[in-house]
């Protein structure tokens, strides 16, 4: 017996991997969203943060494009860039998810 919901187990199998994309893209557009807001914010830390995320690399650099330099079109460029990549991958993603579980793979 299926561990899925009742609902879930009645949708489309053709929506599935539709839905696995507007997840993603919609999860990468907010943390992208999210990570641009810190940088805005508090660009020091977020910079020293960075530093250590990335075994130091140094992003001192970018300490020299202060806040005001951030331009509104290229943030929300970025972001449809970003979003629609995601939901590509994920579409991707979700419709191999649903190959690889076909009963007719494992038989």
Same mark, same amino acid.
């Given at each position: ?13 053709a929506?599935?991997?539709?839905? +696995?994309?507007?997840? *993603?893209?919609?999860?990468? /557009?907010?943390?992208? !969203? $999210?990570?641009?807001?810190? #940088? ?9 943060f960075?530093?250590?995320l990335?075994?130091?690399? +140094?992003?001192?650099? *970018?300490?020299?494009?202060? /806040?005001?330099?951030? !331009? $509104?079109?290229?943030?929300? #460029? ?6 629609v ?6 579409t ?7 190959? *690889? ?5 494992i038989?």
């Amino acid at each position: 017996m299926s561990t899925l919901p009742l609902a879930l187990q009645r949708e489309a199998p053709a929506s599935q991997p539709l839905r +696995t994309g507007i997840a *993603l893209a919609v999860t990468v /557009a907010l943390f992208y !969203s $999210l990570c641009t807001l810190a #940088w805005l914010v508090a660009p020091g830390p977020f910079m020293a943060f960075m530093d250590s995320l990335f075994h130091g690399l +140094t992003f001192a650099p *970018l300490l020299k494009l202060k /806040a005001s330099s951030f !331009s $509104l079109s290229g943030f929300v #460029w970025a972001l449809l860039v970003m979003s629609v990549w995601a939901f590509l991958a994920g579409t991707f993603f979700g419709w191999l998810r649903q190959r *690889l579980n076909a009963k007719d793979f494992i038989e």
